[in-house]
């Protein structure tokens, strides 16, 4: 029974570890963008400091998790779990890299002027934002319903993409001298459609978890 106990509470504990991670890179994605609408160099700045923090947690999760696996020998829904944890910790380490991107590029466009109002941008970011949080619920709840539910959010997003994508090569091709000021607002619309893509992969972490299937989902459908 001892034993039990104990790897209950290391697994409790690791659930709280990711959730912490994934509350800490939902942060990013906000302060990225937020950073961005300023423009604000400092909490741009933070971003990029912020990440690092992420990084260490994603190896505190994939030790810890390595550790179980080897001194608990656990049953298959907890070994599933265990994995699951660590492809969790991987997916939400990449999301915090691009939001750092997104507050790399931010810098680079400090000092210009915007080339258009932002619209699309934030309400991408919002979206991310909520997918991850999606993921998450539906990590701590084992809850597939609500995994499918973030390929929604996840067409959303590639929708707006796809428009933010549209409309700044339709200004550079009008007005070349603002290829400076277009190309970081194209990349950073590239990497908050990858953090959703990264919210659908904890998705599938998830579904895997709890129903024992490999879902590999395409292009935003749900399975």
């Known amino acids: 029974m001892e034993h039990h106990r104990v790897f209950d509470h290391e697994m ?11 509350v800490m890179v939902q942060g990013l994605i906000h302060k ?8 604000d160099r400092e909490l741009a700045e933070e971003v990029i400091r912020e990440d690092d923090k992420v990084d260490q947690l994603e190896l505190e999760i994939d030790e810890k998790c390595i ?16 994995m699951a944890g660590m492809r969790i910790a991987n ?18 466009l400090i000092g210009q002027p915007l080339l258009k109002p932002l619209i699309d941008i934030p309400k991408m970011a919002k979206l991310t934002q909520e997918a991850v949080a999606l993921a998450l ?10 995994a499918k539910a973030i390929w929604i959010k996840e067409k959303e997003v590639d ?5 933010v994508h549209d409309e700044l090569v339709g200004i550079m091709s009008q007005d070349p001298t ?15 459609e990858r953090m959703s893509d990264h919210a659908t992969n904890i998705g599938e972490a998830v579904i895997y978890m709890v129903e024992a299937k490999v879902v590999k989902h395409s292009g935003g459908r749900a399975p």
């Open 12 to 22: 409790s504990e690791l659930k709280e570890t990711i959730l912490k991670m994934g």
């Open 159 to 163: 929708k707006l993409r796809d428009a």
């Open 67 to 82: 550790e179980l696996v080897a001194l608990r020998q656990p049953e298959a829904s907890d070994l599933r779990f265990l």
């Open 178 to 192: 603002t290829v400076s000021r277009a190309i970081p607002l194209l990349l950073i619309s590239r990497h908050l």
């Open 137 to 146: 619920e539906a990590f701590v709840n084992h809850d597939p319903v609500k």
């Open 32 to 39: 990225s963008v937020e950073a961005l609408k300023g423009p």
């Open 91 to 108: 997916e939400l380490e990449r999301i915090g890299d691009l939001s750092e991107d997104v507050a790399e590029r931010t810098i680079e």
